[in-house]
Structures are given as structure tokens and as C-alpha cells.
């Protein structure tokens, strides 16, 4: 079967770093994608990464590692605007976007 | 246009009625994307385009749903007989060529079956 593991829930502080780990089983891998979503709004793009390695873009950075069947987004500086649900979606052999099924962060001033 | 658009933005209707979902996708992008999520659940893939043939339709449920893209743009996702099962968040997004991984969504459609 095809499955996606990330804690459901995460607490920080506001202006600490966190971290979002993601580890996955499926049938085929091209990529890891990760998203954002606000309560009531559409997912948005942050990542993918394609191949080993960390990749960083501002304040958020997603890492991968295909042996391990594992990558994390971690985000630096946290603001209360960060407050959202993170998913992780693995792009399987068939195009196909998989996802998680997020990760509320919650951020405390 | 400046990015995927959807219509209706709500949508509430009775079992057993007929639904129609549309959606914009981004100009040029040749790839377009129907999921639905429920409440505290990642979006559930249901059908994905290449210009005007689906190119995977694995994700639909059953046979009353179904879509179209007839001239490689606007998708229409069509539902028959609905059920309440059916309510959720209808998203629909699409990617440039070669870059599946990086989706641009839509606001939803909120479908409600009552």
C-alpha cells in the first residue's frame, strides 16, 4: 500500500524553528512535495525536492533523503502568520500526487 | 488568468441531484488536477488531465463521477446521483509542463449534499 506518516499536531514559539518530518512508503518515488494550507483556504506550493539533499527558499528549507523514505520542512523564524497545516505529497510513478494527511502547527507568541 | 479559479465557490444540492464543478486552470499550464478533501484530511487525488485526455482517472470513486476538458483548458467535474458521502472541499489545480510536483490550486468548491 502506499502510506505517508507526519505528526498530526506541533507546537512552537514564535520566532523559534520547527520541524515537519515526513517518511513514506509507496509504489514508485519521483518527488516530495510540501504545501501549506490555511484554515478555509487552498493548499500552497513551498517545496520539492527531487533528489538528496536540503533545498532552502527564505525562511523554510525541505529536505530528502530517498533511502530513508524520509524528508522534513523546517521552518526558521516562525511568525504567527505560519500558523497553518503543512502536508507532505510524494509524486508517485504514476504522476500522482500522494499526500499526507498534514500537520496542524500551532504557534505561540 | 492570474491563477486557477473555481465555480461555484459553495455549492448545496439534495441526493440524488446532478452537479457540475468548474474550473480555470492558469493559462498555459497543460496539466490539470481534481481532488476532493474532507475536513482534517489531506486533498484525495481523483483525476488528472494532459491537454484534453485524462491522462489518469484512477482516483474517481465510482461511476457517477466524471469530467471533461474538451479544449485543454476549462475542466468541468461532473457528479450524478449525489450522495452525502460526496460532500466535501472539490479542488482543482494544475501545473506547468514537466512539473508535476509544483501545483497551483484553486479556492474549492464546498459541495454540500443534504
Known amino acids: 500500500g502506499q502510506s505517508l506518516e507526519q505528526p498530526s499536531e506541533v507546537t512552537a514559539v514564535e520566532g523559534a524553528i520547527v520541524q515537519i518530518n515526513c517518511t513514506y512508503q509507496?509504489?514508485?518515488?519521483?518527488?516530495l512535495s510540501w504545501y501549506q494550507q490555511h484554515d478555509g483556504g487552498a493548499p500552497t506550493f513551498l517545496s520539492y525536492?527531487?533528489l538528496d539533499g536540503l533545498e532552502e527558499t527564505g525562511r523554510f528549507s525541505s529536505f530528502l533523503s530517498r533511502s530513508d523514505s524520509y524528508g522534513y520542512l523546517l521552518l526558521q523564524e516562525l511568525q504567527m502568520k505560519d500558523s497553518a497545516s503543512y502536508f507532505c505529497?510524494?509524486?508517485?510513478?504514476?504522476?500522482?500526487?500522494?499526500w499526507g494527511a498534514g500537520t496542524k502547527l500551532i504557534i505561540k507568541p | 488568468g492570474a491563477g486557477v479559479s473555481q465555480t461555484p465557490s459553495n455549492k448545496v444540492t439534495e441526493k440524488g441531484k446532478y452537479v457540475e464543478l468548474r474550473c480555470d486552470p492558469i493559462?498555459?499550464?497543460?496539466?490539470l488536477y481534481w481532488y476532493r478533501q474532507s475536513l482534517g484530511q489531506g486533498p484525495e487525488f481523483l483525476i488528472y488531465?494532459?491537454?484534453?485526455?485524462?491522462?489518469?482517472d484512477s482516483g474517481l470513486p465510482n461511476d457517477r463521477f466524471f469530467a471533461v476538458r474538451p479544449e485543454g483548458s476549462v475542466s468541468t467535474l461532473k457528479i450524478q446521483r449525489t450522495e452525502r458521502g460526496d460532500s466535501a472541499v472539490y479542488l482543482c489545480?494544475?501545473?506547468?509542463?514537466?512539473?508535476?510536483?509544483?501545483?497551483?490550486f484553486g479556492p474549492g468548491t464546498r459541495l454540500t449534499v443534504l
Open positions: 525536492n527531487a
Open positions: 505529497a510524494v509524486m508517485d510513478s504514476n504522476y500522482q500526487l500522494i
Open positions: 493559462s498555459g499550464h497543460t496539466a
Open positions: 509507496t509504489s514508485g518515488f519521483y518527488g
Open positions: 489545480a494544475s501545473s506547468r509542463e514537466g512539473q508535476p510536483g509544483e501545483q497551483f
Open positions: 488531465f494532459q491537454g484534453t485526455g485524462a491522462a489518469d
